[in-house]
């Protein structure tokens, strides 16, 4: 079965009270409707452009893979929310548990891979101290360019590279925006390799684009699998984006304003992550487009199964009626095991698989779930591989823009974002922004009688 499917049961209103009725789902459609037909202006002006990378031609980035594989022994990447999450998750998915401490032999000349995200130093200190520099290549991606986060990564390894090895330009890839930015001017200037992230593509919407395949593709993935995964969620019809948008607008306007993602697999932990990421960043928002204020959004809440059975399940299921929960199930787990019990007490166990436990304590979770009427849907995919990764990271690419602009929400920018940025670039002394330091002098006043 290629095709990941929605089960929707316990959303509607023949299960859940106050569940969604035939009226319900045919209004919420519309509006669904409504943010799609404007997402897909927006694609057809040019200004969107993450749905057509399915027809980009990846054979620069195979063969760059293949120059890579056998050269070096660390890939160190430094990049960092719409430019690491994603890749996490594909690392997370796709490589066995473990992989960086698999030999050379075991991980078939593929280099470790290394991603220095935050500005913990001691992050980065512990990557340097792993590698050997003569024997590692940095992948540095920013489609802004600006990021200080992963300036300062970038420089740190820089630094470190260039201290000890001869031609740096050859051990550096740069990833980001094909014109602009000081990432750019860089890799120019230094004549460092670089890919592009298309213009009209932006951070948390470039899993697909390089950003997310090259490293992978370094990593022995297969990149065209995962477009095709990608391509097949709009390939059909767009019922299923439409469907999914519907019972998420449904359960906002109907006082569910936490939205838990809850893949019952430790190799999707990191794709809760990037959901978050997509979900908080895209429809957490001040104003519309019209400037109108209307403090939009619901929190995003990352979870796993089972683990969070033995954690979070008691909230979900015994505390406010403020979540909505979406499962993730995998039919056929990789490297299922059968259980033999040596212990008569465990005799329950025997001739059940690892797997087939993972998917009963889903079951047994959305039924107790629904039994205090706590509404739940669940996305089911036979295996996860790159195939159905694309689907699941396209879906939800298409869902959220659908949702932010049904509401007239533009779910493509991040000024929240922005303004904590440029406080900091004020505080650090880059020009430009004395006046942010100024305006952050004036709102970050305390008082000591606040301070223990
Ligand atoms: O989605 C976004 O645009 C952001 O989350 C970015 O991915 C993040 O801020 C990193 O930006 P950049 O890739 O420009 O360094």
Redesign the pocket.
């Given at each position: 079965m290629e095709r990941i499917r929605l089960d929707y049961n316990y959303v509607s209103s023949a299960f859940i009270k106050g569940g969604m009725g035939e009226t319900d789902f045919e209004q919420y459609k519309e509006k669904a409707r409504l943010g799609l037909s404007r997402l897909i202006d927006l694609v057809n002006s040019g200004s969107i452009g993450f749905p057509n990378l399915k027809g980009q031609n990846t054979v620069a980035m195979k063969s760059f893979a293949k120059e890579i594989k056998g050269s070096v022994n660390d890939f160190i990447v430094a990049?960092?929310?719409?430019?690491?999450l994603g890749l996490e998750t594909l690392c997370d998915a796709l490589l066995p548990f473990g992989y960086n401490s698999l030999s050379y032999g075991e991980r078939g000349s593929k280099p470790r891979i290394w991603v220095a995200d935050n500005v913990d130093p001691s992050k980065v200190a512990s990557i340097m101290n792993t590698c050997e520099p003569d024997d590692t290549f940095i992948c540095v991606?920013?489609?802004?360019?600006?990021?200080v986060?992963?300036a300062a990564n970038f420089n740190i390894l820089y630094e470190w590279l260039k201290s000890n090895v001869k031609d740096i330009s050859k051990k550096v890839v740069v990833i980001?925006d094909p014109d602009k930015?000081i990432m750019r001017s860089i890799a120019t200037e230094k004549k460092f390799r670089a890919f592009d992230?298309p213009s009209n593509v932006?951070?948390?919407?470039?899993v697909l684009s390089p950003?997310g395949l090259l490293p992978a593709a370094v990593l022995g993935m297969d990149i065209d699998r995962l477009i095709k995964g990608g391509a097949s969620i709009t390939s059909d019809n767009y019922e299923m984006i439409l469907v999914l948008a519907s019972i998420y607008m449904y359960y906002m306007d109907n006082g569910r304003n936490m939205n838990v993602m809850m893949p019952y697999s430790s190799r999707l932990k990191s794709f809760s992550a990037w959901f978050c990421?997509?979900w908080g960043?895209?429809l957490g928002k001040r104003y519309d487009r019209s400037g109108k204020e209307v403090f939009f959004g619901s929190t995003p809440v990352p979870s796993v199964g089972v683990i969070d059975q033995h954690s979070l399940v008691q909230l979900f299921k015994e505390g406010p009626s403020d979540k909505l929960v979406t499962f993730i199930e995998v039919l056929n787990h990789e490297s299922d095991k059968t259980l033999k019990s040596s212990f008569p007490a465990y005799d329950y166990l025997n001739g059940h698989t690892m797997g087939e436990l993972c998917n009963v304590e889903l079951k047994a979770t959305e039924a107790a779930l629904k039994n205090t009427g706590k509404p739940s849907l669940k996305l089911i995919i036979d295996v996860l591989d790159e195939y159905t990764l694309g689907q699941l990271f396209m879906l939800y690419q298409y869902v959220v823009p659908v949702i932010g602009l049904a509401h007239d929400i533009d779910p493509f920018d991040?000024p929240g974002?922005e303004e904590g940025?440029e406080y900091a670039y004020g505080l650090l002394g880059r020009d430009g922004f004395e006046e942010k330091k100024k305006a952050f002098t004036e709102i970050y006043r305390k008082q000591n009688d606040f301070i223990l």
């Amino acid at each position: 079965m290629e095709r990941i499917r929605l089960d929707y049961n316990y959303v509607s209103s023949a299960f859940i009270k106050g569940g969604m009725g035939e009226t319900d789902f045919e209004q919420y459609k519309e509006k669904a409707r409504l943010g799609l037909s404007r997402l897909i202006d927006l694609v057809n002006s040019g200004s969107i452009g993450f749905p057509n990378l399915k027809g980009q031609n990846t054979v620069a980035m195979k063969s760059f893979a293949k120059e890579i594989k056998g050269s070096v022994n660390d890939f160190i990447v430094a990049g960092i929310g719409g430019s690491s999450l994603g890749l996490e998750t594909l690392c997370d998915a796709l490589l066995p548990f473990g992989y960086n401490s698999l030999s050379y032999g075991e991980r078939g000349s593929k280099p470790r891979i290394w991603v220095a995200d935050n500005v913990d130093p001691s992050k980065v200190a512990s990557i340097m101290n792993t590698c050997e520099p003569d024997d590692t290549f940095i992948c540095v991606i920013s489609k802004s360019g600006s990021t200080v986060e992963t300036a300062a990564n970038f420089n740190i390894l820089y630094e470190w590279l260039k201290s000890n090895v001869k031609d740096i330009s050859k051990k550096v890839v740069v990833i980001t925006d094909p014109d602009k930015g000081i990432m750019r001017s860089i890799a120019t200037e230094k004549k460092f390799r670089a890919f592009d992230v298309p213009s009209n593509v932006g951070g948390r919407y470039s899993v697909l684009s390089p950003v997310g395949l090259l490293p992978a593709a370094v990593l022995g993935m297969d990149i065209d699998r995962l477009i095709k995964g990608g391509a097949s969620i709009t390939s059909d019809n767009y019922e299923m984006i439409l469907v999914l948008a519907s019972i998420y607008m449904y359960y906002m306007d109907n006082g569910r304003n936490m939205n838990v993602m809850m893949p019952y697999s430790s190799r999707l932990k990191s794709f809760s992550a990037w959901f978050c990421q997509l979900w908080g960043e895209s429809l957490g928002k001040r104003y519309d487009r019209s400037g109108k204020e209307v403090f939009f959004g619901s929190t995003p809440v990352p979870s796993v199964g089972v683990i969070d059975q033995h954690s979070l399940v008691q909230l979900f299921k015994e505390g406010p009626s403020d979540k909505l929960v979406t499962f993730i199930e995998v039919l056929n787990h990789e490297s299922d095991k059968t259980l033999k019990s040596s212990f008569p007490a465990y005799d329950y166990l025997n001739g059940h698989t690892m797997g087939e436990l993972c998917n009963v304590e889903l079951k047994a979770t959305e039924a107790a779930l629904k039994n205090t009427g706590k509404p739940s849907l669940k996305l089911i995919i036979d295996v996860l591989d790159e195939y159905t990764l694309g689907q699941l990271f396209m879906l939800y690419q298409y869902v959220v823009p659908v949702i932010g602009l049904a509401h007239d929400i533009d779910p493509f920018d991040q000024p929240g974002v922005e303004e904590g940025k440029e406080y900091a670039y004020g505080l650090l002394g880059r020009d430009g922004f004395e006046e942010k330091k100024k305006a952050f002098t004036e709102i970050y006043r305390k008082q000591n009688d606040f301070i223990l």
